[in-house]
């Protein structure tokens, strides 16, 4: 019998399905933290964002161990009770455009650019405030938009903490003074 490694995770395949339930359940709960910290996010967004990308990356090995093990072992799918279900299934590769000058060239050619080829307008918000702005000042009426609302906004700025000017310890590097008996303190210079 083989040995079982430290973690299911320095694996790519399981030695048998059953493991899989394991995976499952981390997995699951990889999923959680994930949902948490987004939510989390809104709030402190770099330091979230270091902990979703860990969980991100521990999601992707775990499915990946999945489905190695499923293929390994020539499953579809599993159900574990109260735990949950994994299958595998293969999907149509899709077309991966490397050259898009080339294919709408050649669809062109065939009298299909149309077919493929979208075109979008869209308004520059920041030119159009500008002429809307003019236009008004002139006592024009511009169909189509209303001026909303003047709205109040708050700024916060906090004081920097743990920033030491130059020439001057740092808190955690001063050692804390011991009390000086009266007849020591009596004799000190002032």
Avoid: C
């Avoid at 799918?77 to 455009?97: D, I, S």
Wanted: without cysteine.
């Amino acid at each position: 019998m083989s040995e079982k490694p430290k973690s299911l995770m320095d694996t790519d395949v399981l030695e048998n399905v059953f493991e899989i339930e394991e995976l499952l359940s981390d997995l699951a709960k990889a999923n959680d933290h994930i949902q948490f910290l987004q939510d989390l996010k809104k709030f402190r967004a770099e330091a979230v964002n270091i902990k979703i990308e860990e969980y991100t990356i521990t999601t992707e090995k775990l499915r990946k161990i999945i489905q190695n093990t499923l293929a390994h072992f020539d499953e579809k799918t599993l159900e574990f009770p109260g735990v949950g279900k994994v299958g595998r299934r293969t999907t149509k590769g899709r077309w991966q455009v490397q050259d898009t000058d080339a294919v709408v060239e050649y669809f062109d050619k065939k009298g299909l650019k149309k077919e493929i080829v979208q075109t979008k307008e869209s308004v520059d918000r920041r030119k159009l405030s500008k002429l809307i702005e003019n236009y008004q000042a002139q006592g024009e009426k511009i169909p189509g938009v209303v001026l909303g609302k003047d709205k109040e906004s708050l700024s916060v700025t906090f004081e920097k903490t743990g920033v030491v000017p130059k020439g001057y310890a740092k808190a955690e590097e001063e050692k804390p003074q011991q009390p000086q008996p009266a007849e020591e303190l009596s004799s000190l210079e002032l």
